[in-house]
């Protein structure tokens, strides 16, 4: 069964950092492109970034551009997103999701986990 | 950035009716890369219909997308019990890619 477990979550200052993980197991972690997506309180969704199969292509929202930072490592079966310079807006409910294929481009994300609460509060 | 705008935003409808959701893009979406989320408090998003039309693996027949270039749309023909909920739109092929700000179905 394909699961996906995202870790990594809490309060931190307005200004702080933050490192989501998210571990997945059964499937081939490298043959997929990866997503975070989070969900603001009271909000809908929002795509925060992408990363191909093998890390060679990112992507990022307008809102985290030169903030946050997806990585993979596909020997451990992990996604990660370095969060820096967090601001209030930030503050959200991060889910990863698997995408179809092997881009995070062109591609439906058809499996998410759970999600973490990221807070950003002085 | 394409905007995605769903209507309406609010549903109100009985089980077994038949429903009809719509998304619009303020650019064409190439190659119909669209897709359709259901999305239940404290749960997971679910991918219902990816690529405009297609159901995702697991996904019953009675949940059927539609549409092209800027217009889509989402067709519940029988509403169940289990599908109040709300549902997104998105679009995966221009970078950033957009959700649109959901419709929810609720019971009337």
Redesign the interface.
Known sequence: EVHLVESGGGVVRPGGSLRLSCVVSGFTFEEYGMSWVRQAPGKGLEWVSGISWNGGSTGYADSVKGRFTVSRDNAKNSLYVQMNSLRAEDTAFYFCARVRGPDYSYYAMDVWGQGTTVTVSS | ?IVLTQSPGTLSMSPGDRVTLSCRASQIVI?S?L?W?Q?KPG?????LI??ASRR??GIPDRFSGSGSGTDFTLTISRLEPEDFA?Y?C?Q??N????????TKVDIE
Do not use: I, K
């Open positions: 950035e190659n890369y897709a989320y999305h749960q997971a998003p679910r991918l990816y690529d995702a693996t709300v997104y998105q995966y092929g970078s950033p890619f957009t959700f649109g700000p959901g």
